[in-house]
């Protein structure tokens, strides 16, 4: 029995679904359900036995200390954040309620249930933190890639609660002796993304006949990687990786968001014959703060673990848009109500 916190998102859905797709090793869910929590991504395990869904608060100690001590389980996979830089900007209360607090909340409550341990059980557990890239700041064109021993500079009230995050869990481990790992990726994408993030949103108003905002020049870089690929990672990591280190995921894709955009739109207009999204292109008063460039060195989970990305950036983007094509009842169904509002709220008046 492993535990997994925020499954019912983005990529903890994802991982919960491949990790049943390769073990029948049970899953305990612990999800708050907040806006981008949704169990829809995981209506395939609706009569599933090995799926447990509990609807609860990684900040609510005492429940989390009873899910441990009911379940046993082996490890934590701690998914659980707020994790959108724009809604960061707008309301960084939540994002220090949930990736601060609550992680302290929930790694007290696993520290507590790990101590009364013994043998086996104690020296096989594990505690995986899943962080982002962003904890590391912004990095000038041609600048070397970010590696497990660059000092963090995060620069979003986002980033810099994952930050803290990261040095808890740190801490944690170093003080207490708890078998944490932490993993830091680049930014994700593939199927059940809320399309808050880049390339949901860009299909989404592809899809629609809507403007694809890009804020700014559109010269911004990230490294891309495709969500199965780091849910191999981190099953990898919790496998075969050594408590107290991190390992850099990132899928080897740097691109500008405006070649990112232009590529979406290509990929589109081939699958769905007669769908000319990237003349609606537009360009949007930049984000506050906005990082220029990101990029992931993974070469230390490559050496050590043996992982590496399996799609390239192609043939992630395709497997893509084919999942959005072919979902557009999941896709209806998240963008209606509140997501409106958002979009509003976000980006509009923001034309340059």
């Known amino acids: 029995m492993i535990l997994v916190t925020g ?18 090793e049970p899953v305990v869910n612990l999800d708050k359900l907040t806006y981008a929590g949704n169990l829809g991504n995981l209506a395939s395990l609706k009569r599933d036995s090995r799926h447990i869904f509990v609807r609860g608060d990684i900040g609510d100690r005492d429940l989390v200390l009873s899910l441990l001590n009911e379940h046993r389980p082996r490890a934590i996979v701690n998914f659980a954040a707020e994790s959108h830089v724009d809604r960061s900007i707008h309301g960084p209360a939540d994002f220090i309620a949930t990736n601060i607090v609550g992680t302290f909340a929930l790694l007290d409550a696993v520290r ?3 101590t009364a341990l013994a043998g086996d059980e104690r020296t096989h557990f594990r ?13 000038e064109p041609g600048a070397p890639s970010f590696a497990e021993t660059n000092s963090y500079a995060p620069n979003s009230p986002y980033s810099a609660s994952k930050a803290s995050a990261d040095h808890l869990v740190r801490a944690y481990h170093h003080t207490y002796g708890l078998p944490t ?3 830091n990726c680049s930014n994700n994408y593939g199927p059940r993304q809320f399309p808050e993030k880049l390339i949901p949103l860009m299909l989404h108003n592809g899809l629609a006949g809507k403007p694809l905002p890009i804020y700014g020049d559109g010269g911004n870089v990230r490294d891309w990687l495709y969500v199965g690929d780091h849910c191999a990672a981190i099953r990898t990591v919790l496998e075969r990786g050594a408590p107290g280190e991190t390992y850099n995921v990132g899928g080897n894709a740097e691109i500008t968001n405006l070649n990112l955009v ?26 506050a703060g906005h990082d220029r460039r990101y990029a992931i060195d993974a070469s230390k989970i490559r050496r050590e673990l043996g992982w590496e990305p399996r799609e390239t950036f192609e043939s992630g983007i395709a497997r893509t848009v084919r999942w959005y094509l072919d979902n557009a009842a999941w896709l209806a169904a998240v963008t209606s109500g509140e997501y409106q509002k958002w979009i509003s709220l976000n980006y509009a008046a923001e034309v340059v």
Request: hydrophobic share 40%; net charge negative.
């Open 181 to 183: 790992l932490t993993t």
């Open 262 to 287: 232009r590529t979406l739109c290509r990929v589109l207009g081939e699958l769905k014959p007669g769908c000319d999204a990237e003349s609606r292109i537009t360009f949007v008063r930049d984000r």
């Open 7 to 24: 499954g019912a998102g983005f990529i903890g859905a994802n991982f919960i679904l491949d990790w049943l797709d390769c073990s029948d």
């Open 112 to 114: 507590a249930y790990w």
């Open 127 to 139: 505690f995986v933190h899943i962080s982002t890239d962003e904890v590391y700041g912004s990095l």
